[in-house]
């Protein structure tokens, strides 16, 4: 059964930066899909990036490309998000997400089978 466990999130004002990590536990091989989704107040929860663990092929949402980094540290066992330029819009709760097998892009709620319980990210302005 996989695990995960996301810390880092906080407050920051906008322009700031904020890394988001997720311990991993369960799993036996690398051939997973892993990612991150948000939610933010009032809205549905949205897919924002993702990463198959075997290849290190990454996908990312348009509303973070460019500016969020998704990566893996196999050695710990561990998936960060490095979020840079965060605006208001960015405050959410922030999940970390796994599959088995490939990543269908960053995927939809129900592509995925394992969830954290997530980490709250506030940006004022």
């Known amino acids: 059964q996989v695990q995960l466990v996301e810390s880092g999130g906080g407050s920051v004002q906008a322009g700031g930066s904020l890394r988001l990590s997720c311990a991993v536990s369960g799993y036996t091989d690398r051939w997973y899909c892993m990612g991150w989704f948000r939610q933010a107040p009032g809205k549905e929860r949205e897919g924002i990036a993702s990463?198959?663990?075997?290849?290190?092929?990454?996908y990312y949402s348009d509303s973070v490309k460019g500016r969020f980094t998704i990566s893996q540290d196999n050695a710990r066992n561990t998936l960060y998000l490095q979020m840079n330029s965060l605006k208001p819009e960015d405050t959410a709760m922030y999940y970390c997400?796994?599959?088995?097998?490939?990543?269908?892009?960053?995927?939809?709620?129900?592509?995925?089978?394992?969830w954290g319980q997530g980490t709250q990210v506030t940006v004022s302005s």
């Open positions: 997400v796994a599959k088995k097998y490939s990543c269908p892009g960053v995927g939809r709620l129900n592509d995925y089978n394992y």
């Open positions: 990463i198959y663990l075997a290849t290190g092929s990454t």
